[in-house]
């Protein structure tokens, strides 16, 4: 019974963070047409860093310090957005690597 449901909390928790925009943005990110789109994303991990920046400063100020939740949640998705730049280069890269050896291959076939 325990094991239940926490296997059904842990799917639900799964599910509810695959649905954030930030993932949703990723998984655009990650196919072969977004991969130029990387490096751009990037801009939107600084305003994820600078939105917890000023959670912190809030904090700082006498706010509640409930937000330190949000400060996770934004300085996590921050950081997902600003390292998914160069990992979008490295799988661009290598797409098009791939791309080029078959079109020698299939160029290299049809001379024959």
């Known amino acids: 019974m ?3 449901t926490l296997w059904n909390l842990s799917t639900r928790t799964f599910l ?3 649905r954030t925009p930030v993932n949703r943005l990723l998984d655009k990110i990650r196919t072969r047409q977004g991969l130029k789109w ?3 994303a990037m801009t939107l991990g600084l305003v994820y860093f600078l939105a917890a920046a000023i959670c912190t400063t809030l904090i700082d100020g006498g706010w ?3 937000l330190y939740l949000p ?3 934004f300085a996590y998705n921050g950081m997902k957005l600003i390292l998914m ?6 799988l661009l890269a290598r797409a098009r690597t791939r791309e080029v050896i078959a ?4 160029k ?3 001379r024959v």
């Not at 079109?103 to 299939?106: F, I, K, T, V």
């Open 2 to 4: 325990l094991m239940t």
């Open 16 to 18: 509810l963070l695959r």
């Open 38 to 40: 990387g490096v751009p």
């Open 64 to 66: 509640s310090t409930w």
């Open 71 to 73: 400060f996770l949640l």
């Open 85 to 90: 730049g160069p990992i979008s280069l490295i």
């Open 103 to 106: 079109h020698r291959r299939e």
């Open 108 to 110: 290299k076939f049809t």
